[in-house]
């Protein structure tokens, strides 16, 4: 009896195959993560709009006070991806510049109305930018675990 080797099969084989290349080139998403949390989490694109992504891209080589430079064809690959998946708040045409942090959209403001400004000075936190500090899910893109009655919320 002959049987035609399943579809899946023949893809589960392809896959492997690829897999097992050495000098596979790595996904943006792959470049992002890299690259990125180097020095602190990679920010998840979506709690910015594109343009801010674009300027911080632009801006790499004096980024908050540190070289943050990448090659070329990882940056473009690492733009790309960060717009395509950025935030749907599209930036005032306020003539002002571009945003560059989510710490100052008024978005983030609002939510962390209730930390109070010595929770925000802590050592072990030091800057509203270290999200891993308060959200233990932050690197997983999830900010949404209640830090109401924590050391993060209302309790000084
Ligand atoms: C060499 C270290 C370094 C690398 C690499 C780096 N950053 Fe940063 N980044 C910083 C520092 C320092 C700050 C300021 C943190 C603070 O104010 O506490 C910062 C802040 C930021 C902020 C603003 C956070 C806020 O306060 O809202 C964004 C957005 C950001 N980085 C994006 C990126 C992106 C995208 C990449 C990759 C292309 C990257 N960073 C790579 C050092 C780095
Ligand atoms: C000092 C602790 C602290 C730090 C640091 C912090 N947050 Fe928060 N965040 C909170 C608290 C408290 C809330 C209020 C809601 C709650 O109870 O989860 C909150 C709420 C949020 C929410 C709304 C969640 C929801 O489901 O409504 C988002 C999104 C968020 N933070 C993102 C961030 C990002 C991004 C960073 C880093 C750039 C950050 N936070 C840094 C404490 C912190």
Known sequence: MTRSIPMTMLLLWAGSAVAGQPSQTPTPAALWKEECAACHMA?????????????????????????????????????????????????????????????????????????AASTWKRPEIKSPSNCTACHTGAESNNFSDDLSGTSGGRRR
């Open 43 to 115: 920010y998840p694109a979506r709690l910015l709009p594109a343009e801010s992504w674009k300027a911080i891209m632009a801006g790499l080589k004096s980024h908050f006070g540190t070289d943050a430079t990448v090659d070329a064809p990882a940056a473009a690959a690492i733009e790309r991806f960060l717009v395509a998946n950025a935030g749907m708040r599209a930036v005032r045409s306020t003539g002002g510049p571009v945003p560059l942090r989510i710490t100052t959209s008024p978005w983030f403001i609002r939510e962390h109305r209730e930390v």
